[in-house]
């Protein structure tokens, strides 16, 4: 089990950018997939992007063309550019990951998760 860790939230404007962060305390190499969620107030978690562990990627049909997943196993880290943002963006941004074989890590099971970072984009 690894500890995971958000950094890179803040308040911005509509049309600006964050470059979300997330370091694991142990190897990500071996994880089947990362994933990164939020969640806004009254409304459910939802899946925002993936990274399989063969660095296949998959995005919430939202965000496509906006929101970049990357991750580089030798820093132990994944993250997450995020561009024109919108105020719908807005909420509490998670990351999050399985070692369980999925075919699809969007819909993954997820166990271990980080203590979230929170996203505001104001217009």
């Known amino acids: 089990q690894v500890q995971l860790v958000e950094s890179g939230g803040g308040s911005v404007q509509a049309g600006g950018s964050l470059r979300l962060s997330c370091a694991a305390s142990g190897s990500i190499a071996d994880m089947w997939c990362m994933g990164w969620f939020r969640q806004a107030p009254g409304k459910e978690r939802e899946a925002v992007a993936s990274i399989a562990r063969n660095d296949n990627t998959k995005y919430q049909e939202s965000v496509k063309g906006r929101f970049t997943i990357s991750k580089e196993n030798t820093k132990n880290t994944l993250y997450l550019q995020m561009n024109n943002l919108k105020p719908e963006d807005s909420g509490m941004y998670y990351c999050?990951?399985?070692?369980?074989?999925?075919?699809?890590?969007?819909?993954?099971?997820?166990?271990?998760w980080g203590q979230g970072i929170q996203v505001t984009v104001s217009s």
């Open positions: 999050a990951a399985s070692t369980e074989r999925s075919r699809s890590c969007l819909t993954a099971f997820y166990k271990n």
